[in-house]
């Protein structure tokens, strides 16, 4: 196999590869990370399964890993109904929580695994919902997932999305996008999405999950949602996918771009 720089050359020798298909081709040659951070239901996970798809890099849902602990603690009764959790139950068993995800190729895109069961539709339930922030919270569970996360993306060509990648998993990575869109908007996409797999929730229930968890996502002591100081803001309120696409492409491109001009250290 040619060493990174050999392959840089002989694309960029190549006569058939130009203008921003060049500059694509070399980013995927200079494998980045692209961390996305956000409120729930802001269109993160879509934005990073086309950009993953685009760029052929892989896709990490780190959200869905907090939900997946969080089935398995529900399924133990040690989350119990009117809330309380087992703190010293939930951190002993840590060590039997294995998290994995495996590409569905009818899906087109990769499943939650938890003990090699896939759990991708329970843990979108309105119980795991419900419980998951708390669950986010406790500092020994947040200690195992950004350790699995950190793993995940060692090779870069990553995109991975949820509330602390830019700042506490990836805080070297190239690329940090922080989205958000207005309130009303994320309520519908939620509702939308919920409903659209046979869920039975109301808008209500579904505002007060989003108000619920927005609140505890930004306030809790271990790693807070916050913007990185050096990430772009992205606010899709009224832009479709094909235009957050083509914006976040853009960066890339740009991003690519200085780093040449500049002859500064290139993307690596
Ligand atoms: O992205 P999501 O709504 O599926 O995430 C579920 C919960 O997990 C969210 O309320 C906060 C938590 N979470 C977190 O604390 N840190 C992350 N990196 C991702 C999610």
């Known amino acids: 196999m040619l060493p990174n720089s050999d392959i840089e050359?002989?694309?960029?020798?190549?006569?058939?590869?130009?203008g921003w298909q060049l500059k694509s081709k070399y980013l995927l040659m200079k494998q980045i990370t692209i961390a996305i951070d956000g409120y729930s239901s802001c269109g993160?996970?879509?934005l990073a399964k086309a950009l993953a798809a685009?760029?052929?890099?892989?896709y990490v849902d780190s959200g869905a890993m907090?939900?997946?602990?969080?089935?398995?603690f529900l399924r133990n009764?040690?989350?119990?109904?009117?809330?309380?959790?087992?703190?010293?139950?939930?951190?002993?068993?840590?060590?039997?929580?294995?998290?994995?995800?495996?590409?569905?190729p009818q899906l087109r895109f990769s499943e939650t695994y938890l003990n090699e069961e896939n759990v991708e539709q329970e843990i979108r339930q309105m119980e795991v919902s419900n419980n998951v922030s708390k669950i986010s919270t406790l500092k020994k569970v947040r200690e195992k997932m950004i350790h699995l996360q950190k793993e995940m993306g060692k090779n870069k060509g990553v995109v991975m999305e949820g509330r602390d990648i830019g700042t506490a998993v990836f805080p070297d990575a190239e690329l940090k996008l922080f989205m958000t869109a207005d309130s009303e908007?994320?309520?519908?996409?939620?509702?939308?999405?919920?409903?659209?797999k046979g869920e039975q929730v109301t808008m209500d229930q579904v505002r007060e999950n989003l108000e619920k968890r927005d609140y505890s996502d930004t306030h809790r002591k271990e790693n807070p949602l916050v913007q990185a100081q050096d990430a772009i803001v992205l606010d899709n309120s009224d832009l479709d996918k094909q235009q957050q696409l083509d914006y976040v492409i853009t960066l890339i491109n740009d991003l690519a771009l200085v780093k040449d001009e500049n002859n500064q250290q290139r993307i690596r």
């Open 9 to 18: 050359s002989a694309v960029l020798m190549s006569g058939e590869i130009t």
């Open 44 to 46: 993160k996970s879509t």
């Open 54 to 58: 685009k760029l052929g890099y892989s």
């Open 66 to 72: 907090y939900r997946a602990a969080t089935l398995f």
């Open 77 to 104: 009764k040690w989350i119990k109904i009117n809330g309380s959790v087992n703190e010293s139950k939930i951190i002993e068993s840590l060590p039997l929580i294995n998290l994995s995800f495996r590409y569905n």
């Open 185 to 196: 908007v994320r309520i519908q996409r939620r509702y939308d999405e919920m409903t659209s």
